[in-house]
């Protein structure tokens, strides 16, 4: 009943120019639903306050009103989507320097090196929040463990998916249409997203190289709400969220 991980991405197929931004799942917000304010919550439980069926909807209002940014599609991918996804590509690769593990998340690399981590072992990476490596003989904690920290990871593993989608033929769109078939059949769309549409957007981004895909970094700042640790827009926000207006792209 809560959005796990949030990313706003902008598409402008004209340029091939493709920018994310991951929303922290803490951040304090009115939340919208059908038109109205709800309450005041965290972001990730705008999914909860639509219920089954309004749940991305409710999500995709709130951003746009908290925000000011427009919205044109929404996709969601659930824990076994993702697994059949990465799955769907041959598994994922990435490189440890030590052997990691997260209890919570389930992740566990015994070796150092470069792994390929398969649709299973790919969510415990991306869930992670309390990841620990093994270094001279014990294990130790991996960052200040926070959803920011992980939002790096989610992104720093979407490059390495699409690197691999490449690395399969995904350039080619007579060969591998069938990657975007699978997202098709395996995610939730919104109605206006059809696969002719994902099609055109392959065909435009057929030339994308993954390492081009502009990250952004919302500032936010620790707060609280009673005895809830909350997170709230910081100073540079606005500015941020410019790029996913459209804004940064008009001449002047």
């Keep these: 009943g809560l959005a796990d991980a949030i990313m706003l991405v902008r598409l402008d197929p004209a340029l091939a120019r493709a920018s994310i931004m991951s929303l922290p799942r803490d951040l304090y917000v009115t939340i919208y639903r059908e038109g109205l304010p709800v309450r005041r919550e965290k972001l ?7 219920g089954m069926e309004l749940g991305a909807p409710t999500l995709v209002e709130t ?5 000011d940014v427009p919205i044109h599609n929404f996709v969601v991918v659930d ?3 993702f697994e059949q996804l990465v799955d769907e590509l041959g598994g994922v690769p990435l490189w440890f320097p030590y052997p990691v593990r997260d209890v919570g998340s389930g992740l566990m690399i015994s070796e150092a090196g470069c792994a390929l ?10 869930r992670s929040r309390k990841m ?11 960052g200040v463990w926070n959803d920011l920290e992980r939002n790096q990871r989610q992104q720093d593993f979407l490059i ?6 490449i690395a399969r033929g995904g350039r080619s769109m007579i060969i591998r249409d069938d990657l975007i078939r699978a997202v098709a059949k395996t995610v939730i769309l ?30 936010v700042a620790d707060a609280a709400v009673g005895s809830s640790a909350v997170l709230r827009l910081d100073e540079g926000s606005y500015d941020a969220f410019d790029v996913f207006r459209g804004v940064t792209l008009r001449p002047g």
């Design 160 to 165: 390495a998916a699409l690197q691999r989608a």
């Design 79 to 81: 824990f076994h989507s």
């Design 63 to 67: 951003v746009a009103n908290n925000f």
């Design 190 to 219: 919104d109605d206006r997203l059809t696969l002719g549409t994902l099609l055109s957007l392959g065909r435009a981004f057929s030339g994308f190289e993954p390492d081009q895909l502009e990250r952004h970094l919302l500032p």
């Design 132 to 142: 620990e490596a093994f270094v001279d003989g014990h294990w130790h904690r991996v």
């Design 44 to 50: 990730a439980s705008s999914v909860l306050v639509g």
């Design 117 to 126: 981590l398969d649709g299973r072992h790919s969510l415990g990476f991306v």
